[in-house]
T-cell receptor, first 115, second 113 residues
Framework: EPEVTQTPSHQVTQMGQEVILRCVPI?????FYWYRQILGQKVEFLVS????????KSEIFDDQFSVERPDGSNFTLKIRSTKLEDSAMYFC?????????????FGEGSRLTVL | AQSVSQHNHHVILSEAASLELGCNYS??????LFWYVQYPGQHLQLLLK??????LVKGIKGFEAEFIKSKFSFNLRKPSVQWSDTAEYFC???????????FGAGTRLTVKP
């Protein structure tokens, strides 16, 4: 069964460092998403991406965040200068159609720990 | 923007007990509704979804949910839980024609054997 894969599974970084989280969505999907879940809190929407551009973003997704689809398979989330409060589990998701009609398939998450 | 609230933070049940997890959403327009489950150490998986039609939706593993439009609710039910149902359950909603899916805070279900 096709699945969304994420790397790394866990990254520890120093505050102020740049982090790139990588995702390989399901191959024929067109819509891509990043969500995050701070420990003990709810899953929060960060951004959705379609046709090589951001289609929606939340208030959390400020200038320190960026997303990119550098090639036909990867979808990356970059955090430019990490802060302690960026420590969370980051989930990538993809769907074959827009989220308003299709199911999101989630990766297993990348745990980011900022020290 | 749409929002979702889940009433129960942590529910503890014995095996064979019946389950109902509350979910209410806030949005005035047409919505799509979802329940996702996250088993310990695993990723989010879809349990069931509602787009239109019969408001009583059946999902995997014996779960069902009922959309009550007048109450803006989409409660999850299961008549008899099993130990293997121990997980975190998330209700989610996205507005029609919107790629921004919003999740509730989640309800942790612990089923005692």
């Amino acid at each position: 069964e096709p699945e969304v894969t994420q790397t790394p599974s866990h990254q520890v970084t120093q505050m102020g460092q740049e982090v790139i989280l990588r995702c390989v969505p399901i191959s024929n999907h067109l819509y891509f998403y990043w969500y995050r879940q701070i420990l003990g809190q709810k899953v929060e929407f960060l951004v959705s991406f379609y046709n090589n551009e951001i289609s929606e973003k939340s208030e959390i997704f400020d200038d320190q965040f960026s997303v990119e689809r550098p090639d036909g398979s990867n979808f990356t989330l970059k955090i430019r200068s990490t802060k302690l409060e960026d420590s969370a589990m980051y989930f990538c998701a993809s769907s074959g159609r827009g989220a308003n009609t299709g199911e999101l398939f989630f990766g297993e998450g990348s745990r980011l720990t900022v020290l | 923007a749409q929002s979702v609230s889940q009433h129960n933070h942590h529910v503890i049940l014995s095996e064979a007990a019946s389950l109902e997890l509350g979910c209410n959403y806030s949005y005035g327009g047409t919505v799509n509704l979802f329940w996702y489950v996250q088993y310990p150490g695993q990723h989010l998986q879809l349990l069931l979804k509602y787009f239109s039609g019969d408001p009583l939706v059946k999902g995997i593993k014996g779960f069902e949910a009922e959309f009550i439009k007048s109450k803006f609710s989409f409660n999850l039910r299961k008549p008899s839980v099993q130990w293997s149902d121990t997980a975190e359950y998330f209700c989610a909603v996205n507005a029609y024609n919107n790629n921004d899916m919003r999740f509730g805070a989640g309800t942790r279900l612990t089923v005692k054997p």
